[in-house]
């Protein structure tokens, strides 16, 4: 049998690296192993930090987005319109759209789209939590801003069939961003003029 030619603890990184989305293999490699020249305590540092993920961050219990604090700062900001609800898939969707610089509403993160050959379901992912919020009667207007791809077309159009019954005005993303496009890759400025000119559902 022939020896271990990658020493066991470089290859557990690179398997626990190749594991992210985005990362091959070769990737994981060139990765880990800029990691290993690096001084060690520099290592420790990022060891620290991955610790610190899961120890120092947590769900808003209202919107959903990762934070330090609960509620979270856009939450607990008095100078957002509260009566508005942004409704996005993932976190990094709320910060892409942030990015964009004008949208001052709160948001709700479903953290997934429906996916029914998956497994995902309505209960699957924070929809439920969407509807308890807007029973509280304070909710003007849900804004949808799922990407316009099949999943996020299909999340957004039983959303809207869920809405329908409530006395509150549904709207989604607008003009420019292409079909298929995942929006947290849309530049700024085409993200700020979908936001911008958002329309009425029905």
Do not use: W
């Not at 271990?4 to 192993?33: F, M, N, W, Y």
């Not at 996005?88 to 001052?104: F, M, S, T, W």
């Not at 316009?148 to 961003?177: F, M």
């Amino acid at each position: 049998m022939s020896p271990q030619v990658i020493p066991q603890a470089l290859e557990r990184l690179i398997q626990d690296l190749s594991k992210l989305p985005g990362i091959g293999k070769k990737t994981a490699s060139r990765l880990a192993l800029n990691i290993l020249r690096r001084p060690a305590g520099e290592a420790r540092e990022l060891a620290g930090a991955l610790e610190d993920l899961h120890s120092s961050i947590q769900l808003c219990s209202c919107c959903f987005t990762f934070s330090e604090n609960d509620p979270c700062i856009i939450c607990a900001d008095l100078k957002r319109d509260s009566t508005l609800i942004c409704v996005v898939e993932q976190p990094g969707d709320l910060l892409a759209i942030e990015k964009a610089g004008n949208y001052l509403g709160h948001y709700h993160i479903l953290h997934g789209v429906l996916a029914p050959m998956d497994g995902i379901g309505p209960g699957e992912i924070k929809v439920n939590e969407l509807e308890a919020r807007l029973n509280n009667g304070t909710i003007k207007e849900v804004f949808i801003a799922t990407s316009s791809t099949v999943p996020g077309e299909a999340t957004a159009n039983y959303l809207i069939d869920r809405l329908q019954k409530k006395q509150i005005l549904v709207t989604r993303l607008a003009c420019g961003i292409p079909m298929g496009m995942d929006i947290k890759y849309a530049d700024k400025h085409t993200l700020a003029r979908a936001i911008a000119s958002r329309s009425k559902t029905s």
